[in-house]
């Protein structure tokens, strides 16, 4: 994910949560060795679809999901976050492309997989929390505040990555960490 700057000087995240979850209602798949993708747009110049990439002020602060960095009221818990999402349809033969995007989509809204990308994977959701509050005067290393993205290559473990998604994602158990 590129680096949020306030100014000239970089904000370093205060953490981050990642989720795996299921995207669709059939049954996931694990994620093949060396898959890679990018969620979102680094050269995006308008907002993205809010499915993919957003800002908010976390649970508890009142403010909508924006594509542009809002302002977070002062309380407790609101700060600045970015969310992004990865697709979660695979195409079941290619571990990259071009643009690091085509070989996969996004389920569509009855939560089903394209038929040109019919293997279900696990739906990848980050969150990278700010010691922010936001407000004006914030961008991205890629430019502005509409290119958020971000790069996955599966190094997962594989009996790890098999034991998340038939015992959890699969299981329909909430598992916590991993």
């Not at 290393?141 to 473990?157: E, M, P, Y």
């Amino acid at each position: 994910m590129p680096t949020l700057y306030e100014g000239a000087n970089a904000v370093v995240p205060m953490g981050a949560t990642i989720y795996y979850r299921r995207g669709t209602l059939g049954q996931v798949h694990t994620f093949p060795n060396n898959l890679r993708m990018i969620a979102g747009d680094q050269t995006a110049t308008s907002p993205q679809d809010r499915r993919v990439t957003f800002w908010n002020c976390g649970v508890n602060g009142g403010v909508e999901p924006s594509s542009t960095v809002p302002t977070c009221p002062d309380q407790r818990g609101s700060f600045l976050r970015l969310h992004i999402a990865f697709p979660n349809c695979w195409n079941g033969r290619s571990l990259d492309s071009a643009d690091h995007k085509s070989h996969m989509a996004y389920a569509l809204r009855g939560g089903s997989c394209p038929s040109t990308h019919p293997v279900s994977v696990p739906a990848i959701a980050l969150i990278y929390r700010y010691p922010t509050r936001g407000g004006e005067g914030f961008s991205l290393a890629s430019g502005g505040q509409l290119s958020a993205h971000a790069d996955f290559l599966n190094a997962w473990h594989p009996a790890s990555l098999k034991k998340l998604v038939e015992g959890c994602l699969n299981a329909l158990v909430h598992c916590g960490k991993a």
